[in-house]
Nanobody, 120 residues
């Protein structure tokens, strides 16, 4: 499975972005999908995950209410809608495919990230 995140860019505080993660090589319809991020000088951080059928989502507590994950298995794509962005959301955002939305250690496939920069 190859994963490619896109949709990042420069946005002002309070703005919105929608990230996409397109999978290729094989379908990810049976995989849990997750978004992670790495801010400059910081460790990778979990953002949100969604089960294979989209019925269960799991958010980092600090991001609830501002970020929304969704998926379209017909398009082999997962989305991350980010609203009310803050400078501290500045990071490279990665998507990953795995087996358990609650366990990052079970993610088998990782994509290249897309940079999100939020200006103050």
């Amino acid at each position: 499975v190859q994963l490619q995140a896109s949709g990042g860019g420069l946005v002002q505080t309070g703005g919105s972005l929608r990230l996409s993660c397109a999978a290729s090589g094989r379908t990810v319809s049976s995989y849990a999908m997750g978004w992670f991020r790495r801010a400059p000088g910081k460790e990778r951080e979990f953002v949100v995950a969604i089960t294979w059928n989209g019925r269960i989502t799991y958010y980092a507590d600090s991001l609830k209410g501002r970020f929304t994950v969704s998926r379209d298995n017909a398009k082999n794509t997962v989305y991350l809608q980010m609203n009310s962005l803050k400078p501290e959301d500045t990071a490279v955002y990665f998507c990953a495919a795995g087996r358990n939305i609650y366990l990052p250690s079970t993610y088998d496939y990782w994509g290249q990230g897309t940079l999100v920069t939020v200006s103050s």
